[in-house]
């Protein structure tokens, strides 16, 4: 989880400014928690992939966007830090436990709902995001 800084303080600004309009509808803490973890074993799976040398960055920015955009929902929700941290720590264990059918079919959903609050977002949220997922993304293929 420690991999996983739910925000910079960068990225914490950037989604500051997103508007509660572009992220419209309920989002439980809980599903939201799920999906992000869902994500990470992605974005995870992916880097690796990608530091072995595939051509996969395209769909790693996706993923890694579409984290971040489901975690600005929660967090201008009034989630915080340390509900989210636990939260999380509990959606990673659950979804380890998953049957693989089953957790490949939660990272497409998760994927599609992530994609989804980024194309809803302005422009200039979306350029925010994108920001703070190069940067996570340069993390991940650095370590």
């Known amino acids: 989880m420690r991999s996983l800084p739910l925000l910079r303080p960068a990225a914490a600004a950037a989604l500051l400014c997103i508007s509660?309009?572009?992220?419209a509808g309920p989002r439980s803490a809980p599903h939201a928690a799920t999906c992000v973890a869902a994500l990470k074993a992605e974005e995870t799976s992916l880097s690796e992939t990608l530091k072995a040398g595939a051509p996969v960055e395209a769909e790693l920015l996706?993923?890694?966007?579409?984290?971040?955009?489901?975690?600005g929902t929660q967090y201008l929700a009034g989630l915080q830090e340390a509900?989210?941290?636990?939260l999380l720590e509990s959606a990673e264990q659950d979804f380890r436990a998953m049957p693989p059918d089953a957790a490949r079919a939660r990272q497409a959903q998760c994927l599609q709902e992530g994609e989804s609050l980024y194309e809803r977002a302005s422009p200039l949220e979306q350029s925010l995001i994108t920001s703070a997922a190069q940067r996570r993304i340069r993390r991940l293929t650095s370590a």
């Open 20 to 23: 509660a309009t572009a992220f």
């Open 62 to 71: 996706k993923v890694v966007r579409g984290g971040i955009a489901i975690i």
């Open 83 to 86: 509900e989210a941290r636990q």
